[in-house]
């Protein structure tokens, strides 16, 4: 079915073949849309997915340098400092993370570890 054949249809004057005309373009141009977006989304997936997989070799890489790569002290004097002019919890953590590196449940540990948080 194509648009010249509902056109066909209208100036015919002949109102079910227009909607089974109608019906079936629109069906073919929905049928197209989903399936151009399935592979849109499946080669999406797949990059996600290849850019876990070299996010987690990186991560396995780090750990043969050793699990503390970045400057601990340094990273409990920032929070020391940054929890003494009173700033939040949640304020100093996200802090020495973006400065230092350090995961979210390292940067909670020692705050909780030296700031009695």
């Not at 977006?37 to 990059?47: A, D, I, N």
């Not at 409990?76 to 449940?105: I, T, W």
């Amino acid at each position: 079915m194509s648009i010249e054949k509902i056109i066909a249809e209208a100036i015919d004057n002949n109102p079910l073949k227009l909607k089974e005309a109608f019906e079936g373009e629109l069906n073919a141009r929905i049928r197209t849309a989903l399936e151009e977006k399935y592979k849109e989304m499946t080669t999406e997936e797949e990059v996600v997915s290849e850019e876990t997989d070299l996010v987690e070799e990186d991560e396995d890489d780090s750990d043969d340098d050793g699990e503390e790569e970045f400057d601990e002290k340094a990273c409990v004097a920032e929070l020391k400092k940054r929890h003494a002019d009173g700033e939040s919890k949640a304020d100093c953590v996200n802090a020495v993370k973006e400065k230092y590196g350090c995961s979210a449940k390292v940067a909670n540990e020692l705050y909780a570890s030296n700031c009695g948080g």
